[in-house]
């Protein structure tokens, strides 16, 4: 099956530092979806990426659909306590239904305070 | 609105038991699916229902049943349960099965001695 490599797999960083974190794929996808797990929870949507070289903000919160469709990237800017949490992306094929859904590993963030 | 409700929030079983983990959503959605989250390995999924009276196989269904109770209910069974399976279990839906994203529960952590 298809696979997102997801980097990095965990990062430790101070408030107020900027966050960054990305996922390749050697298939193209035309979705891409970033999720936020709190400790304990489950994962929630973010942000929604449904065109090439889109360019979408949340908040502090930016992602980006790779010109060659097969990656993303998000952004964390000035970061909080309340940011720690695992980072999910996933992509999905054109027309694809959900059950395609390919998820990666995740990125989990640490913020010290 | 609760969302997606996920009972119980955590379960301790023997080897070879069963149990049966519930799930409810009230968004009137059509699509609900199963994962199971495990350290370093993602979400996974393990059966999906389309819709109302449809159920398939997704990445990982053995040791597992699923059923469709209504459009709002969607249960996954151990009939026999393994230490293998011992792993978070998360539910979700969408409002259809593409292009719409998928809303979580707050998972199951299920521990199998």
């Known amino acids: 099956g298809q696979q997102l490599n997801q980097s990095p797999q965990s990062m430790f960083i101070q ?18 979806l970033w999720y936020k797990q709190d400790p304990g929870e489950g994962p929630v949507l ?15 919160l930016t992602a980006q659909f ?19 949490g695992i980072y999910f992306c996933a992509g999905l094929n054109s027309g694809g239904s959900n059950y395609k859904l390919t998820f990666g590993k995740g990125t989990l963030l640490t913020v010290n305070p | 609105n ?14 070879g038991q069963s149990m049966t ?6 968004m009137n959605h059509n699509s609900m699916y199963w994962y199971r989250q495990d ?3 993602g979400l996974r999924l393990i059966y999906y229902s389309a819709s109302e009276g ?24 151990l009939e026999s ?18 292009g719409s994203p998928l809303h979580f529960g707050n998972g199951t952590r299920l521990t199998v001695t």
């Open chain 2, 21 to 26: 983990l519930q799930c409810a959503q009230d």
């Open chain 2, 81 to 98: 349960a393994a230490p293998s399976q011992t792993s978070v279990y998360f539910c979700a839906s969408s409002l259809r099965q593409g």
């Open chain 2, 39 to 41: 350290p370093g390995m």
């Open chain 1, 15 to 32: 408030e107020g530092e900027d966050v960054s974190m990305n996922c390749t794929s050697s298939s193209i996808f035309n979705t891409w």
């Open chain 2, 2 to 15: 609760a969302g997606v409700t996920q009972t119980p929030k955590f379960q301790v079983l023997k080897t």
């Open chain 2, 54 to 77: 449809t159920t398939d196989k997704g990445e990982v269904p053995n040791g597992y049943n699923v059923s469709r109770l209504n459009k709002r209910e969607f249960s996954l069974r």
């Open chain 1, 66 to 84: 790779g010109i060659t469709r097969k990656d993303s990237f998000l952004n964390i800017s000035a970061s909080i306590p309340s940011d720690v």
């Open chain 1, 46 to 60: 973010l942000i929604a990426l449904y065109k090439a070289g889109e360019l979408t903000s949340n908040g502090r």
